[in-house]
């Protein structure tokens, strides 16, 4: 017969037990399935309790994220401002790095020219 059939069970069967539909706010009652919305209509004043609640409790965590967003938006401009400092700092350092090497090729240069003065073939022996 259809009334003992798993599925109608499961399913179709008005007698079954369920949940209340407000279960994830914290309505934590099991009715028969005919007898939903009595009881929604019932305990629509504890369902609403439960709602403020829930929502007071979203209102905690929703500022305690809004005040740790607070926090990492000041360490980012902490990041912000050390990173681009240091970037100066490197702007500069290599400035005087590209100052010193130029510095170094032209004395090299100058060596270079000394040396080949110095060691250039004069003439032979026998003069």
Do not use: W, Y
């Not at 809004?66 to 401009?77: I, M, T, Y």
């Not at 400092?85 to 010193?100: G, M, Q, R």
């Amino acid at each position: 017969p259809r009334n003992q059939s798993p599925a109608h069970k499961a399913q179709a069967c008005k007698l079954r037990s369920v949940e209340c539909p407000f279960k994830n706010i914290g309505c934590l009652k099991s009715v028969r399935a005919c007898e939903v919305q009595t009881h929604i209509v019932e305990d629509a004043p504890s369902h609403l309790l439960l709602a403020v609640n829930r929502m007071s409790e979203h209102e905690d965590v929703i500022k305690k994220l809004h005040a740790h967003v607070n926090v990492l938006e000041a360490e980012k401009e902490g990041l912000r401002q050390t990173i681009e400092t240091n970037e100066k700092n490197a702007k500069n350092e290599i400035s005087k790095l590209e100052s010193t090497v130029t510095k170094l090729r032209q004395e090299l240069s100058t060596l270079e020219a000394t040396c080949k003065k110095q060691f250039a073939p004069r003439g032979s022996l026998r003069d």
